[in-house]
């Protein structure tokens, strides 16, 4: 069964308007969850995790219980924003990554 | 080169070959993972070592086997592979098993 779920597979939003990537997932036990992203021509590199409850760039996620989700949101767009984004869970010592989500900002 | 590194980055294998991928970090991290990224599909843990003991594996065909040396260098010796094994393969490191991972840029693998 997959952990993690990703609904949309392409994202395209106007620059400067808000922006929210979808993730759901399935697990038993206290999951961590976090976002990774992957700018063109770079590796993936962490973007925020639940634990931490910061703001990078601008992005925030929520971890909510009771819907199993955790959005990635952003008031304002920016074309540096475009990138593919990855949901992932850690529960013990696995790893869980969904689909991936490719956001296009455009200007 | 700072950060995780991994060689080669392409690799082109017949099934009767015998290769190794090679991964490397130098940040001083005690817990390495191998993931597999075929097209269209999340990416799959194969792999972790944990102060370079293996604590997970995820039932992973025979024909990949992992090697961690030392908490520095982790490799995925691969021998008559299919088609199907075609994809990226991608190393990570993170201090403890619990941490962020850090990925390195990956190898791109292809079975003829």
């Known amino acids: 069964a997959q952990r993690v779920t990703q609904p949309e597979k392409l994202l395209s939003v106007f620059k400067g308007a808000p922006v929210e990537l979808k993730c759901n997932y399935s697990?038993?036990?206290?999951?961590?969850l976090f976002w990774y992203v992957q700018y063109s021509r770079q590796r993936l590199q962490l973007l925020l995790r639940?634990?931490s409850r910061e703001s990078i760039k601008g992005f925030t996620a929520d971890l909510n219980k009771g819907e199993t989700s955790f959005h990635l949101k952003k008031p304002f767009a920016q074309e540096e924003d475009s990138a593919m984004y990855y949901c992932?869970?850690?529960?013990?010592?696995?790893?869980?990554f969904g689909t991936g989500t490719s956001l296009t900002v455009i200007p | 080169e700072t950060g995780v590194t991994q060689t080669p980055r392409h690799l082109v294998m017949g099934m009767t070959n015998k290769k190794s991928l090679k991964c490397e970090q130098h940040?001083?991290?005690?817990?390495m993972y191998w993931y597999k990224q075929s097209a269209k599909k999340p990416l799959e843990l194969m792999f972790v070592?944990?102060?370079?003991?293996?604590?997970e594996n995820n039932s992973v065909p025979s024909r990949f086997s992992p090697e961690c040396p030392n908490s520095s260098h982790l490799f995925l010796h691969l021998h008559t592979l299919q088609p199907e094994d075609s994809a990226l393969y991608l190393c990570?490191?993170?201090?403890?098993?619990?941490?962020?991972?850090?990925f390195g840029p990956g190898t791109r693998l292809t079975v003829l």
């Open positions: 697990y038993s036990g206290s999951p961590e």
């Open positions: 992932a869970l850690r529960g013990g010592n696995q790893f869980y």
């Open positions: 990570a490191s993170s201090l403890t098993g619990a941490e962020e991972q850090f």
């Open positions: 940040l001083g991290h005690n817990a």
């Open positions: 070592y944990n102060f370079k003991e293996q604590t």
């Open positions: 639940h634990i």
